[in-house]
């Protein structure tokens, strides 16, 4: 079975800062990756994924993660927000070379960005 | 494109009524599925289907019934309504096959059991 911690509930930042968050998942078998966004009152959409090679993942509005398979780790970052950043943020798991590819989520990570 | 379409968007129930939450989509997905969300627990699998005919359960399936009749549509049903099913539920599909596709959400339908 897998899980996902999403380490942080709240992030605020100031428009223009750099922002991480921060992403662990526990897993026996190989997983793949995901980071989703959730603007207020609408439906999730994929920013990025990491399925094999390269560990750095460059995602949609200047998102990337990094994997880290020894620290079990999938962090999103950007290095410049903007007030329109402001959502909530979910990390996901899918098991690899699974037939159905459901999702486990993290909690979620609200990124407030103020100006 | 419409992509995942929900209906209703916003409803509210009397303990014990039943409905039906509608899901479709127009891009020709095998797999389908309902998730809901709750403040600070994330989305959770309700029930998921990999083609017509084909349905499973997820991490929370007690309460609803589904089936998948047909490839767009995967309609969510709640036998007999509790506040405990107060929540935000999000239908969602992708390519079949296997794991790692791309799976796209529906806008939500937010529920209220009163």
């Known amino acids: 079975a897998q899980s996902v911690t999403q380490l942080d509930s709240q992030v605020p930042v100031f428009e223009e800062a750099p922002v991480e968050l921060r992403c662990n998942y526990s897993?026996?078998?190989?997983?793949?990756l995901f980071w989703y966004v959730q603007y207020p009152n609408q439906g999730l959409q994929l920013l990025l994924k990491?399925?094999?090679?390269?560990?750095l993942v460059k995602g949609i509005n200047g998102f990337e993660a990094e994997f880290n398979k020894s620290q079990t780790s999938f962090h999103l970052r950007k290095p410049s927000v903007h007030i329109s950043d402001t959502a909530e943020y979910f990390c996901?798991?899918?098991?690899?070379?699974?037939?159905?590819?459901?999702?486990?989520f993290g909690k979620g990570t609200k990124l407030s960005v103020k100006p | 494109n419409a992509g995942v379409t929900q209906t209703p968007k916003f409803q509210v129930l009397k303990t014990g009524q039943s409905m039906t939450l509608q899901c479709a989509q127009d891009?020709?997905?095998?797999?389908m599925s309902w998730y809901r969300q709750d403040p600070g627990m994330g989305l959770r699998l309700i029930h998921y289907?990999?083609?017509?005919?084909?349905?499973d359960q997820g991490e929370v399936p007690n309460g609803y019934n589904v089936s998948r009749s047909t490839t767009e549509d995967f309609p969510l049903r709640l036998l007999s309504a509790a506040p405990s099913q107060t929540s935000v539920y999000f239908c969602?599909?992708?390519?079949?096959?296997?794991?790692?596709?791309?799976?796209?959400f529906g806008e939500g339908s937010w529920l209220t059991v009163v």
């Open positions: 969602a599909s992708s390519e079949g096959g296997r794991s790692g596709n791309t799976i796209y």
């Open positions: 289907s990999v083609g017509a005919g084909i349905t």
């Open positions: 897993s026996s078998v190989s997983v793949y």
């Open positions: 891009m020709n997905h095998e797999y």
């Open positions: 990491y399925l094999s090679g390269s560990t």
């Open positions: 996901a798991v899918s098991e690899f070379g699974g037939s159905q590819g459901n999702l486990i």
